[in-house]
């Protein structure tokens, strides 16, 4: 069963009474952009995500779960951990229990040509953080900026999410990562 993101972020922001407008001023993020995003014709950063719970006043959990996180535990069971999908050939799991407010942590996997983002992924302007990487097997291409880098396995990147970036699977099996993403 496919998780629309995009749906319960529409309905967290409804039960609230706000607007796309008003979700925009608060998060920094355009109109056109959570449009997209609640009609699934985008496919939002973890940091998008962020700054749209915090601008809705829930958890980022919800928006994958349709619920609020009520679950207090520190263990993440591999069968209870949310599946999110950004982009074509990339699946991405959810390792750290709750909210990202503090930090997250997910395995990504990335098939052959996979990538990230159709394209360049980049975060509200008001975004702060890092994302870590970790590289367990495959190859990766990340580009950031300008800059290109080819990671193999036992790699790791670090990332300020105000620069613009793209991984792509270079290699002819599937990638796999650990991303941490620190707001």
Same mark, same amino acid.
């Given at each position: 069963?496919?998780?629309?993101?995009?749906?319960?972020? @529409?309905?967290?922001?409804?039960?609230?009474?706000?607007?796309?407008?008003?979700? &925009?001023? @608060?998060?920094?993020?355009?109109? $056109?952009?959570?449009?997209?995003?609640? %009609?699934?014709?985008?496919?939002?950063?973890?940091?998008?995500?962020?700054?749209?719970?915090?601008? /809705?006043?829930?958890?980022? $959990?919800?928006?994958?779960?349709?619920?609020?996180?009520? %679950?207090? &535990?520190?263990?993440?069971? &591999? %069968?209870?951990?949310?599946? @999110?999908?950004?982009?074509?050939?990339?699946?991405?799991?959810?390792?750290?229990?709750?909210?990202?407010?503090?930090?997250?942590?997910?395995?990504?996997?990335?098939?052959?040509?996979?990538?990230?983002?159709?394209?360049?992924?980049?975060?509200?302007?008001?975004?702060?953080?890092?994302?870590?990487?970790?590289?367990?097997?495959?190859?990766?291409?990340?580009?950031?900026?300008?800059?290109?880098?080819?990671?193999?396995?036992?790699?790791?990147?670090?990332?300020?999410?105000?620069?613009?970036? /793209?991984?792509? %699977? /270079?290699?002819?099996?599937?990638?796999?990562?650990?991303?941490? @993403?620190?707001?």
């Amino acid at each position: 069963m496919k998780v629309s993101v995009g749906k319960n972020i @529409m309905r967290a922001r409804k039960e609230r009474n706000l607007t796309i407008k008003d979700i &925009s001023i @608060m998060s920094g993020i355009t109109s $056109s952009l959570i449009s997209q995003i609640e %009609n699934d014709k985008a496919n939002p950063s973890l940091n998008t995500l962020y700054s749209l719970a915090r601008a /809705i006043g829930v958890e980022v $959990s919800y928006f994958f779960t349709g619920v609020g996180d009520t %679950n207090n &535990s520190p263990v993440v069971r &591999s %069968n209870e951990r949310p599946l @999110m999908s950004k982009a074509k050939g990339l699946t991405n799991y959810q390792l750290s229990p709750g909210s990202i407010d503090k930090f997250s942590v997910y395995y990504n996997i990335l098939e052959p040509g996979g990538s990230t983002a159709n394209s360049p992924e980049h975060h509200p302007v008001s975004a702060t953080g890092y994302e870590f990487g970790y590289l367990l097997s495959g190859k990766l291409q990340i580009t950031i900026n300008d800059s290109v880098y080819i990671l193999t396995p036992g790699d790791s990147i670090c990332i300020d999410v105000k620069q613009k970036h /793209i991984t792509v %699977n /270079i290699s002819s099996e599937d990638s796999e990562m650990l991303w941490m @993403m620190i707001p």
